[in-house]
């Protein structure tokens, strides 16, 4: 499966974005679609990740409560809403899949990896 991160930008703090994981290759409703994020000198981060079926979302402490991850597996799209945005969210962002039931915010537990999208949050 191939996948196309989307959807970053420079944005105050505060604000939202939504970032898009496209795929194609499938089967895409066969797959758990995972978010990291890597900083500059940090290593990179789990930061969400939706069960195939759309039914579980996992997300890493720093996000809770004001990051969502969402598909729609018609479109092959995974979604990842970000509000409340901090200088801290600031990295590259990567969607990655793996074809298994379960979800992981490890980044060895996924096979497949697209390019990434910058975020940058600062005043």
């Known amino acids: 499966v191939q996948l196309q991160a989307s959807g970053g930008g420079l944005v105050q703090p505060g604000s939202s974005l939504r970032l898009s994981c496209g795929a194609s290759g499938g089967p895409f409703d066969r797959y758990a679609i995972g978010w990291f994020r890597q900083a500059p000198g940090k290593e990179r981060e789990g930061v969400s990740c939706?069960?195939?079926?759309?039914?579980?979302?996992y997300y890493v402490d720093s996000v809770k409560g004001r990051f969502t991850i969402s598909r729609d597996n018609a479109k092959e799209l995974v979604y990842l809403q970000m509000n409340s945005l901090k200088p801290e969210d600031t990295a590259v962002y990567y969607c990655?899949?793996?074809?298994?039931?379960?979800?992981?915010?490890?980044?060895?537990?996924?096979?497949?990896w697209g390019q990434g999208t910058q975020v940058t949050v600062s005043s």
């Open positions: 939706i069960t195939y079926s759309g039914g579980n979302g």
């Open positions: 990655a899949a793996q074809r298994y039931s379960g979800c992981s915010l490890q980044h060895n537990w996924f096979n497949y």
